[in-house]
């Protein structure tokens, strides 16, 4: 059976908390969302509400030609907010993304998240969440959340920059649906005076391993959808 692959990018500064720069956002993530665009796939981008007010042509190209969808206010960790200010920067970041499209899909930085906050998402509109991650040690799947279905992440972004032979062995073993995280800061180089999983692997060559991995699905007949169309078929096989 056809595998289904999801390509979600956690669109933000430059490898945060160790760097304040914007070179992903100016150099890479039109290139990214051109080589998408160029094959016919659509991503979903998952802004932090604050590098959507500062690149707002950028979260507009977004929610028209992919998906928009919300990674927090400013990046910040959810497990170090209360409830309400949880609330409050989750409303504060849905109304400035709601400016370039209704977001209905979400990611929680750091993959920091506590169940309980999930009805803020489910209040607010948010459909689907992909925070929990395999990689992080989640084995339950595709379930629901106090009313948000949660998708989980499939890997480590670290692994779709490792040399090509030796990632390919890991999409060949991936299980349905794939949900791949990637950032804007990975395609251009990040300096070595960073934490080593800022600058690994990092650069133009990244930008030629998401070719190759649209290329390896594609060849392999899997589909391509964003968050919201997975949401979409789950709720209709679900109906029945």
Known sequence: MAKTVMLTFDVEHDCPPFAETRRGMKESLPRVMDLLEEFGIKGTFLFTGRIAEEFPELAERAGKKHELGC??????????LSFEEAKRRLEEAKEILSRFSEPVSFRAPNFQFPDSYYRILAELGFR?????????GWRKGVTEINGVLEVPATTTSIVTRLPWRMQERFHRKFESPIVYIFHPWE????PKRLRPDCWFG???GALE?????????????ARFLT?????EEYQKLKRG
């Open 209 to 221: 391993k998401l070719r190759k991995l649209i290329e390896f699905h594609l060849d392999n007949g």
């Open 227 to 231: 968050l919201r169309e997975f949401y």
């Open 187 to 190: 395609f251009v180089r990040m």
């Open 128 to 136: 689907v969440d992909s925070t929990k991650a395999r990689h992080k």
């Open 71 to 80: 990674h927090g206010l400013e990046h910040e960790r959810f497990d170090r």
């Open 202 to 204: 990092t650069g133009e």
